[in-house]
Protein backbone atom coordinates (compact mmCIF):
# COMPACT_ATOMS: atom_id res chain seq x y z
CA UNK A 1 0.00 0.00 0.00
CA UNK A 2 2.77 2.61 0.57
CA UNK A 3 4.65 1.39 -2.15
CA UNK A 4 1.71 1.69 -4.19
CA UNK A 5 0.83 5.02 -2.84
CA UNK A 6 4.68 6.23 -3.21
CA UNK A 7 4.42 5.12 -6.83
CA UNK A 8 1.15 6.70 -7.49
CA UNK A 9 1.32 9.85 -5.94
CA UNK A 10 4.48 11.15 -4.36
CA UNK A 11 6.36 9.87 -7.62
CA UNK A 12 4.30 12.14 -10.13
CA UNK A 13 4.22 15.10 -7.92
CA UNK A 14 7.74 14.87 -7.06
CA UNK A 15 8.45 14.46 -11.17
CA UNK A 16 6.22 17.97 -11.64
CA UNK A 17 7.63 19.77 -8.79
CA UNK A 18 11.32 19.28 -10.31
CA UNK A 19 9.84 19.72 -14.20
CA UNK A 20 8.49 23.27 -13.04
CA UNK A 21 11.99 24.07 -12.12
CA UNK A 22 13.25 23.31 -15.71
CA UNK A 23 12.76 24.08 -19.48
CA UNK A 24 11.45 21.03 -20.92
CA UNK A 25 10.97 20.57 -24.17
CA UNK A 26 8.72 17.83 -25.52
CA UNK A 27 12.01 16.99 -27.85
CA UNK A 28 15.50 17.59 -27.07
CA UNK A 29 17.54 18.08 -24.09
CA UNK A 30 15.78 20.06 -20.74
CA UNK A 31 17.66 21.72 -18.49
CA UNK A 32 17.64 23.17 -14.77
CA UNK A 33 16.47 26.69 -14.64
CA UNK A 34 15.57 26.80 -11.07
CA UNK A 35 12.92 29.62 -10.16
CA UNK A 36 12.99 31.00 -13.30
CA UNK A 37 9.17 29.47 -14.99
CA UNK A 38 7.65 31.30 -11.61
CA UNK A 39 9.48 34.22 -12.26
CA UNK A 40 8.03 34.06 -15.91
CA UNK A 41 4.59 33.54 -14.52
CA UNK A 42 4.66 36.90 -12.48
CA UNK A 43 5.38 38.90 -15.60
CA UNK A 44 2.88 37.06 -17.57
CA UNK A 45 0.02 39.38 -18.91
CA UNK A 46 -1.89 36.09 -20.60
CA UNK A 47 -1.41 34.30 -17.28
CA UNK A 48 -2.85 37.18 -15.45
CA UNK A 49 -5.95 37.23 -17.95
CA UNK A 50 -6.64 33.21 -17.61
CA UNK A 51 -6.14 33.73 -13.43
CA UNK A 52 -9.03 36.71 -13.39
CA UNK A 53 -11.31 34.30 -15.91
CA UNK A 54 -10.68 31.84 -13.71
CA UNK A 55 -11.86 34.17 -10.37
CA UNK A 56 -14.55 35.47 -12.62
CA UNK A 57 -15.68 31.65 -13.30
CA UNK A 58 -15.87 30.61 -9.84
CA UNK A 59 -17.26 33.95 -8.35
CA UNK A 60 -20.18 33.39 -10.50
CA UNK A 61 -20.45 29.59 -10.23
CA UNK A 62 -20.56 28.84 -6.65
CA UNK A 63 -22.92 30.86 -5.34
CA UNK A 64 -25.64 30.38 -8.02
CA UNK A 65 -25.07 26.60 -7.52
CA UNK A 66 -25.78 26.61 -4.04
CA UNK A 67 -28.44 28.72 -3.97
CA UNK A 68 -30.13 26.84 -6.77
CA UNK A 69 -29.06 23.48 -5.03
CA UNK A 70 -30.53 24.63 -1.44
CA UNK A 71 -34.18 26.03 -3.33
CA UNK A 72 -34.20 22.83 -5.00
CA UNK A 73 -33.67 20.68 -1.82
CA UNK A 74 -36.16 22.87 0.41
CA UNK A 75 -38.52 22.33 -2.60
CA UNK A 76 -37.95 18.72 -3.02
CA UNK A 77 -37.23 17.44 0.58
CA UNK A 78 -41.00 16.17 1.28
CA UNK A 79 -42.29 13.26 1.22
CA UNK A 80 -44.37 13.18 -1.74
CA UNK A 81 -45.93 10.89 -4.10
CA UNK A 82 -43.98 11.08 -7.15
CA UNK A 83 -41.19 13.33 -5.61
CA UNK A 84 -38.79 10.65 -6.88
CA UNK A 85 -39.17 11.49 -9.90
CA UNK A 86 -38.10 15.10 -9.84
CA UNK A 87 -34.93 14.29 -7.49
CA UNK A 88 -33.63 11.47 -10.04
CA UNK A 89 -34.94 14.42 -13.49
CA UNK A 90 -31.98 17.03 -11.52
CA UNK A 91 -29.83 14.33 -10.46
CA UNK A 92 -29.35 12.60 -13.95
CA UNK A 93 -27.41 15.29 -15.57
CA UNK A 94 -24.48 14.60 -12.77
CA UNK A 95 -24.20 10.91 -14.21
CA UNK A 96 -23.98 12.53 -18.24
CA UNK A 97 -20.73 12.65 -19.89
CA UNK A 98 -19.75 16.23 -19.29
CA UNK A 99 -18.76 16.45 -22.78
CA UNK A 100 -21.57 14.79 -23.97
CA UNK A 101 -23.19 17.70 -21.72
CA UNK A 102 -20.98 20.68 -23.20
CA UNK A 103 -21.78 19.61 -26.28
CA UNK A 104 -25.20 19.83 -26.47
CA UNK A 105 -25.23 22.96 -24.56
CA UNK A 106 -22.66 24.53 -27.17
CA UNK A 107 -25.66 23.98 -29.80
CA UNK A 108 -28.68 25.09 -27.83
CA UNK A 109 -26.31 28.53 -27.76
CA UNK A 110 -26.06 28.17 -31.47
CA UNK A 111 -26.49 32.22 -33.17
CA UNK A 112 -28.74 30.51 -35.83
CA UNK A 113 -30.46 27.65 -35.16
CA UNK A 114 -29.81 26.91 -31.19
CA UNK A 115 -33.20 26.28 -29.26
CA UNK A 116 -32.57 28.74 -26.75
CA UNK A 117 -32.52 31.61 -29.42
CA UNK A 118 -35.64 29.42 -31.21
CA UNK A 119 -37.40 30.26 -28.38
CA UNK A 120 -36.71 34.01 -28.01
CA UNK A 121 -37.38 34.54 -31.75
CA UNK A 122 -40.78 33.44 -30.98
CA UNK A 123 -41.19 36.01 -28.63
CA UNK A 124 -40.27 38.50 -31.29
CA UNK A 125 -36.11 38.81 -29.66
CA UNK A 126 -33.68 38.22 -31.64
CA UNK A 127 -30.99 36.37 -29.33
CA UNK A 128 -27.45 37.09 -29.14
CA UNK A 129 -24.47 35.22 -30.08
CA UNK A 130 -23.78 33.65 -27.25
CA UNK A 131 -20.34 31.39 -27.46
CA UNK A 132 -19.04 34.46 -29.81
CA UNK A 133 -19.96 37.20 -27.49
CA UNK A 134 -17.00 38.83 -24.95
CA UNK A 135 -19.32 39.20 -22.31
CA UNK A 136 -21.84 36.49 -22.84
CA UNK A 137 -19.66 33.42 -23.44
CA UNK A 138 -18.38 33.28 -19.84
CA UNK A 139 -22.10 33.50 -18.49
CA UNK A 140 -23.23 30.76 -20.86
CA UNK A 141 -20.56 28.38 -19.90
CA UNK A 142 -21.49 28.84 -15.85
CA UNK A 143 -24.92 28.18 -16.36
CA UNK A 144 -24.13 25.11 -18.08
CA UNK A 145 -22.00 23.71 -15.41
CA UNK A 146 -24.14 24.81 -12.67
CA UNK A 147 -27.07 22.88 -14.42
CA UNK A 148 -24.81 20.04 -14.92
CA UNK A 149 -23.68 19.40 -11.48
CA UNK A 150 -26.52 21.27 -9.48
CA UNK A 151 -28.09 17.67 -8.86
CA UNK A 152 -25.34 16.36 -6.56
CA UNK A 153 -25.30 19.68 -3.79
CA UNK A 154 -29.33 19.18 -4.08
CA UNK A 155 -29.16 15.68 -2.64
CA UNK A 156 -26.41 16.57 0.01
CA UNK A 157 -28.82 19.38 1.32
CA UNK A 158 -31.90 17.01 0.86
CA UNK A 159 -30.17 14.48 3.42
CA UNK A 160 -29.14 17.18 5.74
CA UNK A 161 -32.53 19.14 5.40
CA UNK A 162 -34.02 15.65 6.92
CA UNK A 163 -32.04 15.08 9.71
CA UNK A 164 -33.07 18.25 11.63
CA UNK A 165 -34.99 17.25 14.45
CA UNK A 166 -38.62 17.83 13.57
CA UNK A 167 -39.27 19.08 17.40
CA UNK A 168 -36.91 22.22 16.32
CA UNK A 169 -39.65 23.10 13.99
CA UNK A 170 -42.59 22.39 16.33
CA UNK A 171 -41.10 25.06 19.01
CA UNK A 172 -40.48 27.24 16.09
CA UNK A 173 -44.36 27.11 15.16
CA UNK A 174 -45.26 27.48 18.43
CA UNK A 175 -43.31 30.46 18.84
CA UNK A 176 -45.10 31.74 15.93
CA UNK A 177 -42.23 31.76 13.08
CA UNK A 178 -42.87 32.16 9.89
CA UNK A 179 -41.34 30.46 6.67
CA UNK A 180 -38.40 32.32 5.90
CA UNK A 181 -37.52 32.88 9.91
CA UNK A 182 -37.66 28.91 10.41
CA UNK A 183 -35.23 28.46 7.97
CA UNK A 184 -33.25 30.92 8.93
CA UNK A 185 -32.77 30.45 12.64
CA UNK A 186 -33.43 26.48 12.40
CA UNK A 187 -33.03 24.94 8.99
CA UNK A 188 -29.81 26.81 7.98
CA UNK A 189 -27.65 26.56 11.31
CA UNK A 190 -28.52 23.03 11.34
CA UNK A 191 -27.20 22.08 7.70
CA UNK A 192 -24.30 24.23 7.88
CA UNK A 193 -21.72 21.30 7.91
CA UNK A 194 -23.35 20.25 4.93
CA UNK A 195 -23.25 24.04 3.31
CA UNK A 196 -19.44 23.93 4.03
CA UNK A 197 -19.10 20.60 2.29
CA UNK A 198 -20.63 21.48 -0.81
CA UNK A 199 -18.97 25.12 -0.31
CA UNK A 200 -15.48 23.64 -0.59
CA UNK A 201 -16.39 20.98 -3.24
CA UNK A 202 -18.02 23.59 -5.73
CA UNK A 203 -15.23 26.05 -5.00
CA UNK A 204 -11.82 23.39 -5.72
CA UNK A 205 -14.11 21.82 -8.84
CA UNK A 206 -14.61 25.52 -10.61
CA UNK A 207 -11.14 26.07 -9.80
CA UNK A 208 -10.60 22.96 -12.36
CA UNK A 209 -13.14 23.56 -14.85
CA UNK A 210 -11.87 22.59 -18.14
CA UNK A 211 -14.21 20.49 -20.26
CA UNK A 212 -16.86 23.07 -21.01
CA UNK A 213 -14.25 25.65 -21.78
CA UNK A 214 -12.96 23.22 -24.19
CA UNK A 215 -16.01 22.22 -25.94
CA UNK A 216 -17.59 25.17 -25.78
CA UNK A 217 -15.20 28.04 -26.83
CA UNK A 218 -11.63 27.00 -27.25
CA UNK A 219 -10.94 29.76 -24.26
CA UNK A 220 -12.57 32.45 -26.75
CA UNK A 221 -13.72 34.67 -28.13
CA UNK A 222 -10.57 36.82 -27.21
CA UNK A 223 -9.48 34.72 -24.34
CA UNK A 224 -12.29 35.84 -22.58
CA UNK A 225 -13.52 32.35 -21.01
CA UNK A 226 -9.65 31.23 -20.71
CA UNK A 227 -9.35 29.58 -17.48
CA UNK A 228 -6.03 28.37 -15.65
CA UNK A 229 -6.28 25.06 -16.37
CA UNK A 230 -7.06 25.09 -19.94
CA UNK A 231 -3.99 27.70 -20.05
CA UNK A 232 -1.98 24.64 -18.58
CA UNK A 233 -3.33 22.28 -21.10
CA UNK A 234 -2.28 24.67 -23.98
CA UNK A 235 0.91 25.20 -22.92
CA UNK A 236 1.91 21.10 -21.62
CA UNK A 237 0.11 19.70 -25.29
CA UNK A 238 0.07 22.90 -27.75
CA UNK A 239 2.88 24.57 -27.05
CA UNK A 240 4.75 21.65 -25.42
CA UNK A 241 6.36 23.48 -22.98
CA UNK A 242 6.18 21.10 -20.09
CA UNK A 243 8.65 23.03 -17.65
CA UNK A 244 6.39 25.76 -17.51
CA UNK A 245 3.39 23.99 -17.62
CA UNK A 246 3.82 22.02 -14.06
CA UNK A 247 5.07 25.49 -12.77
CA UNK A 248 1.66 26.59 -13.98
CA UNK A 249 -0.11 23.61 -11.98
CA UNK A 250 2.08 24.28 -9.01
CA UNK A 251 0.34 27.16 -8.82
CA UNK A 252 -2.67 26.12 -9.23
CA UNK A 253 -2.34 23.68 -6.27
CA UNK A 254 -1.48 26.13 -4.09
CA UNK A 255 -4.67 28.80 -5.06
CA UNK A 256 -6.27 25.43 -4.29
CA UNK A 257 -4.83 25.31 -0.79
CA UNK A 258 -4.72 28.07 0.59
CA UNK A 259 -8.45 28.21 -0.59
CA UNK A 260 -9.23 25.35 1.33
CA UNK A 261 -7.26 26.14 4.43
CA UNK A 262 -8.87 29.77 4.59
CA UNK A 263 -12.35 27.84 4.50
CA UNK A 264 -11.26 25.42 6.82
CA UNK A 265 -10.57 28.27 9.30
CA UNK A 266 -13.97 30.04 8.62
CA UNK A 267 -15.68 26.79 9.25
CA UNK A 268 -15.15 27.33 13.11
CA UNK A 269 -17.04 30.65 13.00
CA UNK A 270 -19.90 29.25 11.24
CA UNK A 271 -20.90 25.94 11.01
CA UNK A 272 -22.70 24.28 14.01
CA UNK A 273 -21.14 22.25 16.22
CA UNK A 274 -23.97 20.24 18.32
CA UNK A 275 -21.58 20.16 21.02
CA UNK A 276 -21.94 23.55 21.24
CA UNK A 277 -25.25 23.76 21.24
Known amino acids: MVLGFILLLLFPLGLALYMSLTDWPLLGEYRFIGLDNYRHILSDAMFWKVF ?16 LALLLALLLSKSMRGIGLFRTAIFVPVMTSLIVWAIVWKYMFATDSG ?3 QVLLLLDIKGPAWLYNKDLAMPAVIVTS ?3 NVGLNMILFIAAIQQVPRSL ?3 ATLDGAGKAKTFFNVTLPMITPTVFLTVVMTVIGSLKVFGQIYVMTQGGPNNSTKVLVYYIWEKAFKMFQLGYASSLAFVLFVVVLVLTLLQWQLRK ?4 NEGDA
Open 115 to 117: LIN
Open 169 to 171: YEA
Open 52 to 67: GNTVYFTAGLVPFNIV
Open 146 to 148: VLK
Open 269 to 272: RWVF
